[in-house]
Nanobody, 115 residues
Framework: QVRLVESGGGLVRAGGSLRLSCVYS????????MAWHRQAPGKQRERVAT???????NYADSVKGRFTISRDNAKKTVYLQMNSLRPEDTAVYYC?????????WGRGTQVTVSS
């Protein structure tokens, strides 16, 4: 069974940066497309970035040009580099496979951006 552990969140001022990590425990990471999602208080979870097994990426319009998703297959880790953070980026961030987010969700990592 795949286990996902997110880390790297924190409190940052608007305009600042954070780098999130998601460690994947299990098989088939290198052939899995992965995605970062986020859920703000009172809102539905939304997907913000996706990376395929071949390294192709896709971003939600709200983060395009500011966030970068990457992966290290040797470490079974997916990253999300977040720059030019805005208060509206405040949320709990999660990773999962893509499409479908079929793995059990991890606990996520809280990102809080102050204005």
């Amino acid at each position: 069974q795949v286990r996902l552990v997110e880390s790297g969140g924190g409190l940052v001022r608007a305009g600042g940066s954070l780098r999130l990590s998601c460690v994947y425990s299990g098989n088939f990471f290198s052939i899995s497309s992965m995605a970062w999602h986020r859920q703000a208080p009172g809102k539905q979870r939304e997907r913000v970035a996706t990376i395929t097994s071949g390294g192709s990426t896709n971003y939600a319009d709200s983060v395009k040009g500011r966030f970068t998703i990457s992966r290290d297959n040797a470490k079974k880790t997916v990253y999300l580099q977040m720059n030019s953070l805005r208060p509206e980026d405040t949320a709990v961030y999660y990773c999962n496979n893509s499409p479908g987010a079929t793995f059990v969700w991890g606990r996520g990592t809280q990102v809080t951006v102050s204005s």
